[in-house]
Nanobody
Framework: VQLQASGGGLVQPGGSLRLSCTASGSFLRGYGMGWYRQAPGKQRDLVARVTTVGRTYYADSVKGRFTIARDNAENTVYLQMNSLKPEDTAVYYC?????????WGLGTLVTVSS
């Protein structure tokens, strides 16, 4: 399964970005999916996940600011990120969740800076 994350970029504090994750070679509908992030020098952490039936869970650090959603028809998982902070700067990856089963791919870089 090839996962491709996109939508990252440079944004000012308080701004918003929407990340997308698509998959080739498989259908995501059968998996709980999540967004993970890894800041420089830190471990990769799960920040948001959505179950196969659409139930969502968030890390405390992003609760109330990030929203994860899935579109099974489009085989895509989204992460809407609002009120971004400099500490949200990281490479963001998608994978199955809570257990990552697939190759990580390149991820997409999010930089929050003025």
């Amino acid at each position: 399964v090839q996962l491709q994350a996109s939508g990252g970029g440079l944004v000012q504090p308080g701004g918003s970005l929407r990340l997308s994750c698509t998959a080739s070679g498989s259908f995501l509908r059968g998996y709980g999916m999540g967004w993970y992030r890894q800041a420089p020098g830190k471990q990769r952490d799960l920040v948001a996940r959505v179950t196969t039936v659409g139930r969502t869970y968030y890390a405390d650090s992003v609760k109330g600011r990030f929203t994860i959603a899935r579109d099974n028809a489009e085989n895509t998982v989204y992460l809407q990120m609002n009120s971004l902070k400099p500490e949200d700067t990281a490479v963001y990856y998608c994978n199955s969740a809570p257990t990552p089963l697939f190759d990580w791919g390149l991820g997409t870089l999010v930089t929050v800076s003025s």
